[in-house]
């Protein structure tokens, strides 16, 4: 039971599986509402400018009517005048055909936004499946987009039976009036039955569009199962980022291993902590921890430091202090200069010593290690030479 529930879609949309919908061209979108503002921007172009689209196209109709004698002798005549006529024609009703494009686009994106999707235009051979064109056929989309239609049909029969029924009188008198007069009132009243009409498809616009938006949303609901999921693709798979950090722990084990032999001593607790310190002459600055650990990693870097030969120091209060409070590849603190130079000393000292050109220096007795930098807050009077 678990499981099932796992896999209903009860979940709503991620903002990554919006995103990658609307990459595909799953956006929300409202045919009513386009040709809802289709019509209306149609008919009310046609109202305000029907008063110039007659008188223009009254004087191409009489310039087609009218017989040029010269057409008898001259072909192009006939043409020059039918190109001119057909051009003022065009010219007319450009300025609607611009205004039925751009409500067109506006419409488009009103509610997904503006969107060019490669994928959208790819095909699908599923579509082609004649099984599910049957489904679709018989789905609850398709039962929804004829009830639609079938309530559209409707409501814009009723509305028109009613607007041609209240002006059926001043409709009849148009044809006992003048032609002129007839073609105006006749266009005027066209128009106004045709903008009632458009607006009563207000009805199905303010149904139709919160539908979309609501359908939009509920198709691309997700399953528990689809949000672990996703969670696990953006975040990584707990395994794989698991490995990763041991793959970068032990790549920057195998770094700090390296650089112990060419450290200048170990400073030791002397078998919980080992810490290696190097100072870079002519660089500056003050000795840096190069390398350091606990436990196994802490007997590594003894074993490595012995077998290059690196000096190493059972110091415990320092080790523990340079241990919890430098990180790798850093300076050491100003309150532990006063402990770590005394080391130094002591190992440039043991070089020379080697070298023959010195004497056995003494192990550094009482170092200055402050307590509040030892975890354990205990002082050692003394450090011991282990190697």
Same mark, same amino acid.
């Given at each position: 039971?678990?499981?099932d529930?796992?896999?209903?879609?009860?979940?709503?949309?991620?903002?990554?599986?919006?995103?990658?919908?609307?990459?595909?061209?799953?956006?929300?979108r409202?045919?009513?509402?386009?040709?809802f503002?289709?019509i209306v921007?149609?008919?009310?172009?046609?109202?305000?400018?029907?008063?110039?689209?007659?008188?223009?196209?009254?004087g191409?109709?009489?310039?087609g009517?009218?017989?040029?004698?010269?057409?008898?002798?001259?072909t192009?005549?006939?043409?020059?005048t039918?190109?001119?006529?057909?051009?003022?024609?065009?010219?007319?009703?450009?300025?609607i055909?611009?205004l039925?494009?751009?409500?067109g686009?506006?419409?488009?994106v009103?509610?997904?936004?503006?969107?060019?999707?490669?994928?959208?235009?790819?095909p699908?051979?599923?579509?082609?499946?004649?099984?599910k064109?049957?489904?679709?056929?018989?789905?609850?989309q398709?039962?929804?987009?004829?009830?639609?239609?079938?309530?559209k049909?409707?409501l814009?029969?009723?509305?028109?039976?009613?607007?041609?029924?209240?002006?059926?009188?001043?409709?009849?008198?148009?044809? *006992?009036?003048?032609?002129?007069?007839?073609?105006?009132?006749?266009?005027?009243?066209?128009?106004?039955?045709c903008?009632?009409?458009?607006?009563?498809?207000?009805?199905?616009?303010l149904?139709?569009?919160?539908?979309q938006?609501?359908?939009?949303?509920k198709?691309l609901?997700?399953?528990?199962?689809?949000?672990?999921? !996703?969670?696990? !693709?953006?975040?990584g798979?707990?395994y794989?980022?698991?490995?990763?950090?041991? *793959?970068?722990?032990?790549?920057?084990?195998?770094?700090?291993m390296?650089?112990?032999?060419?450290?200048?001593?170990?400073?030791t607790?002397?078998?919980?902590?080992?810490?290696?310190?190097?100072?870079?002459?002519?660089?500056?600055?003050?000795p840096?921890?190069?390398?350091?650990?606990a436990?196994?990693?802490?007997? *590594?870097?003894?074993?490595?430091?012995?077998?290059?030969?690196?000096?190493?120091?059972?110091?415990?209060?320092?080790a523990?202090?340079l241990y919890?409070?430098?990180?790798?590849?850093? !300076?050491?603190?100003?309150e532990?200069?006063s402990a770590?130079?005394?080391?130094?000393?002591?190992?440039?000292?043991?070089?020379?010593?080697?070298?023959?050109?010195?004497t056995?220096?003494?192990?550094?007795?009482?170092l200055a290690?402050?307590?509040?930098?030892?975890? !354990?807050?205990?002082?050692?009077p003394?450090?011991?030479?282990?190697s």
């Amino acid at each position: 039971m678990a499981e099932d529930s796992d896999l209903e879609k009860t979940e709503p949309a991620s903002p990554r599986r919006l995103d990658k919908a609307r990459e595909e061209g799953q956006v929300a979108r409202s045919r009513e509402l386009g040709t809802f503002l289709a019509i209306v921007a149609g008919v009310g172009g046609l109202w305000y400018s029907g008063g110039h689209m007659y008188q223009t196209l009254n004087g191409v109709l009489r310039g087609g009517l009218w017989f040029d004698p010269r057409i008898v002798s001259d072909t192009h005549v006939m043409l020059e005048t039918a190109v001119n006529s057909a051009g003022r024609a065009l010219l007319l009703v450009l300025p609607i055909f611009g205004l039925l494009m751009v409500v067109g686009i506006f419409s488009s994106v009103a509610l997904g936004g503006f969107l060019i999707s490669a994928k959208a235009l790819e095909p699908k051979f599923e579509r082609m499946s004649p099984l599910k064109g049957i489904k679709r056929m018989f789905g609850a989309q398709t039962l929804i987009e004829l009830i639609k239609t079938l309530s559209k049909a409707v409501l814009i029969g009723v509305v028109g039976v009613m607007v041609i029924w209240n002006y059926r009188g001043e409709m009849l008198s148009l044809s *006992q009036a003048a032609p002129t007069e007839a073609l105006s009132r006749g266009l005027e009243l066209v128009a106004l039955c045709c903008m009632l009409i458009a607006a009563s498809l207000v009805i199905i616009v303010l149904i139709d569009v919160p539908w979309q938006l609501w359908n939009h949303h509920k198709q691309l609901r997700m399953s528990l199962q689809d949000v672990k999921q !996703e969670n696990k !693709e953006s975040d990584g798979d707990p395994y794989i980022k698991s490995r990763m950090r041991q *793959q970068q722990r032990a790549m920057a084990r195998r770094r700090m291993m390296s650089a112990v032999p060419e450290a200048d001593v170990i400073v030791t607790n002397p078998t919980h902590y080992a810490v290696a310190l190097k100072y870079h002459e002519g660089r500056g600055g003050a000795p840096t921890v190069v390398a350091k650990g606990a436990d196994l990693i802490a007997k *590594q870097i003894r074993t490595l430091a012995a077998e290059h030969r690196v000096p190493t120091l059972e110091a415990p209060p320092l080790a523990r202090a340079l241990y919890h409070n430098v990180d790798l590849d850093h !300076e050491i603190p100003a309150e532990l200069y006063s402990a770590v130079a005394e080391v130094l000393a002591w190992v440039f000292q043991l070089r020379s010593w080697h070298e023959g050109t010195g004497t056995l220096p003494t192990l550094p007795q009482h170092l200055a290690v402050p307590r509040a930098l030892d975890p !354990e807050g205990q002082a050692h009077p003394s450090a011991r030479h282990a190697s």
